[in-house]
């Protein structure tokens, strides 16, 4: 006869997000608080280790002087979207986690960029099932974004994440010095994510960002980190309560314009950074949505002209490629990655908005050709 058995369970997770300045100052406890008595790897982004010469010295340092173990001078692996594209970052991390012996009740501190803290949080997810994250994200992409979340992993197949995991890290730890050592545009980039969710969550901290964008445009760091700690809370308070955070159904309520987005990373082979590949998606969703009567026009004029403010283009080329069939299959693309029908977030106001199901075509050539006349137009302005 048959039988079986139908169980449920819960599992109750924390998720931990610090704010500091200089975390590895003499007398700052943060870190050596979070990892009082366990052993350590430190693993830091190759980019930043060129861009803060004393940086490893600094970490080796702090763990002498604050009394954390650490087990090797820290490693330097690939940084940038390189770290992503395919295991070599992951084998490396995976070797020097295996060589220094860290358990489950190990850390690994992975200290860089979004796709560096993608990569070394899939190492870390899979060593022995599972050891703990502790990420430091260095960008303002990383610290507004991508490295408050629960996902890691990297690219195969040609595809955007196609392997990894959901993995609540032990702690995030951002540090606001270190978004010092950024370029004008590395600055600029994760503020399209402050905007894309400042425009689904908070009105507020949207006219915010609309009365500092000169500020934030011209690198002010103090503005930046006020506009980067509200978007991590923003993000994190979505995935601590939305009911999803692992996303297991097909709903995905902070992905606006990214399916565009991770299309046009691909097509320009990540010439587009992640977030002016999100600026042009962004915008790109905004005009479908007006378009399909959820969005005001006066609303989609706001949006399109902070994305401006900022120092964001909302348009690319490669958009137009072979008539726009490329750019059109991000959309089955997304679907493919969400799992189930396509779903698809876009406004209805600033601080609202709807799911979608479907995406008529004609709806998103109409805005990718609205778009390329106000490229011409801003571009034709500034000459």
């Known amino acids: 006869m048959d039988d079986s058995l139908d169980l449920e369970f819960s599992v109750t997770y924390r998720h931990r997000i610090f704010f500091t300045e200089h975390a590895f100052a003499s007398g700052n406890r943060v870190l050596a608080d979070l990892f009082a008595g366990a052993k350590v790897i430190p693993i830091v982004d190759s980019g930043l280790a060129s861009a803060r010469p004393g940086f ?202 990214h399916w565009a987005a991770h299309k046009l990373e691909s097509m320009t082979n990540h010439r587009l950074t992640h977030g002016e590949a999100v600026a042009v998606g962004l915008a790109l969703d905004i005009l479908c949505a007006r378009d399909l009567g959820h969005f005001g026009q006066e609303e989609a004029e706001r949006t399109l002209n902070l994305l401006t403010a900022l120092g964001f283009r909302t348009y690319a080329p490669e958009m137009h490629l072979d008539g726009g069939a490329p750019m059109l299959a991000g959309l089955e693309e997304f679907r493919e990655h969400l799992g189930g029908q396509l779903t698809l977030v876009l406004p209805t106001a600033i601080g609202k908005s709807i799911q979608v199901h479907e995406m008529a075509t004609a709806i998103v050539r109409r805005a990718t050709d609205e778009l390329r006349a106000r490229d011409q137009q801003t571009c034709a302005a500034r000459s």
Request: aromatic share 6%.
């Open 56 to 257: 490893v010295a600094e970490i080796t340092a702090y763990g002498k002087a604050m009394g954390v173990h650490f087990t090797r001078t820290p490693l330097v692996l690939t940084g940038g979207e390189a770290a992503k594209k395919d295991s070599a970052v992951v084998k490396a991390a995976l070797a020097a986690i295996e060589a220094d012996k860290i358990c489950r009740h190990s850390y690994v501190l992975a200290i860089g960029g979004g796709a560096f803290l993608d990569a070394v949080g899939f190492a870390a997810a899979t060593a022995h099932r599972g050891v703990r994250l502790v990420r430091m994200p260095t960008t303002t992409l990383g610290q507004g974004d991508a490295g408050v979340g629960v996902k890691n992993g990297i690219n195969t197949f040609g595809k955007k994440n196609f392997t990894g995991a959901f993995v609540v890290p032990a702690a995030v730890v951002n540090d606001l010095g270190l978004l010092a050592s950024l370029d004008a545009r590395g600055l600029r980039d994760g503020l399209v994510e402050a905007v894309k969710v400042s425009l689904l969550k908070d009105p507020v901290f949207f006219g915010n960002l609309e009365k500092e964008s000169t500020m934030l445009a011209a690198g002010d760091i103090p503005a930046i980190g006020r506009a980067v700690r509200r978007s991590a809370e923003l993000h994190a308070r979505h995935i601590a309560g939305n009911g999803d955070p692992f996303e297991l159904g097909s709903a995905r309520p902070l992905d606006l314009g």
